[in-house]
T-cell receptor, first 115, second 115 residues
Framework: DGGITQSPKYLFRKEGQNVTLSCEQNLNHDAMYWYRQDPGQGLRLIYYSQIVNDFQKGDIAEGYSVSREKKESFPLTVTSAQKNPTAFYLC??????????????FGPGTRLTVL | AQSVAQPEDQVNVAEGNPLTVKCTYSVSGNPYLFWYVQYPNRGLQFLLKYITGDNLVKGSYGFEAEFNKSQTSFHLKKPSALVSDSALYFCAVRIDGGATNKLIFGTGTLLAVQP
């Protein structure tokens, strides 16, 4: 899981509540990503950010929001507008250069359960 | 549209036997191809990648993959499976020259190695 941390590991939320998932990296990577993983569907991209103070929607951004105020941090907020938020959420980052610039490095994930 | 297909939800193999996990892709342009492995409730770990050069790529833990341009495939292989190889495997692709490192993931293949 490298230098990417996600917290908490497990999160429970009641319907109608917003919740924020943390993602921090100390790898000095420029780009960061949020994915959602559901059984049998692989990983789907929610949001990504290539640089501080800039981010773009991925394939399933509805009901989610992000911010990128610092290079090392890319928090994801799951809002009450997200109709089916129960899933495993993965954060990733990519270096701008070097031999591994084409790879994504993943955090350990946060499992969100809506009660 | 770019896509990745992993046609098998699960692959079963006996320990010591060779294993193959299949992946085919559809992209417009030169593909960068990746294999990742995921253990239960963990993030994804990088196994190997094909960018250019030799079609046979060697990666971590004795795994290798062969890029076949005519068949648009990038199958993951290992000569002798271990019980500890049991995990979920993801194939992914991104476009050479793309503005971002956005990856498209397959739906995953569960590898079960029986002792």
């Amino acid at each position: 899981d490298g230098g990417i941390t996600q917290s908490p590991k497990y999160l429970f939320r009641k319907e109608g509540q917003n919740v924020t998932l943390s993602c921090e990296q100390n790898l000095n990577h420029d780009a960061m990503y949020w994915y959602r993983q559901d059984p049998g569907q692989g990983l789907r991209l929610i949001y990504y950010s290539q640089i501080v103070n800039d981010f773009q929607k991925g394939d399933i951004a509805e009901g989610y929001s992000v911010s990128r105020e610092k290079k090392e941090s890319f928090p994801l907020t799951v809002t009450s507008a997200q109709k089916n938020p129960t899933a495993f959420y993965l954060c990733a980052s990519t270096p701008a250069g070097g031999d591994r610039r084409n790879e994504q490095f993943f955090g350990p994930g946060t499992r969100l359960t809506v009660l | 549209a770019q896509s990745v297909a992993q046609p098998e939800d699960q692959v079963n193999v006996a320990e010591g036997n060779p294993l193959t996990v299949k992946c085919t892709y559809s992209v417009s342009g030169n593909p960068y191809l990746f294999w990742y492995v995921q253990y239960p409730n963990r993030g994804l770990q990088f196994l190997l990648k094909y960018i250019t050069g030799d079609n046979l790529v060697k990666g971590s833990y004795g795994f290798e993959a062969e890029f076949n341009k005519s068949q648009t495939s990038f199958h993951l292989k290992k000569p002798s499976a271990l019980v500890s190889d049991s995990a979920l495997y993801f194939c992914a692709v991104r476009i050479d020259g793309g503005a971002t490192n956005k990856l498209i993931f397959g739906t995953g293949t569960l590898l079960a190695v029986q002792p």
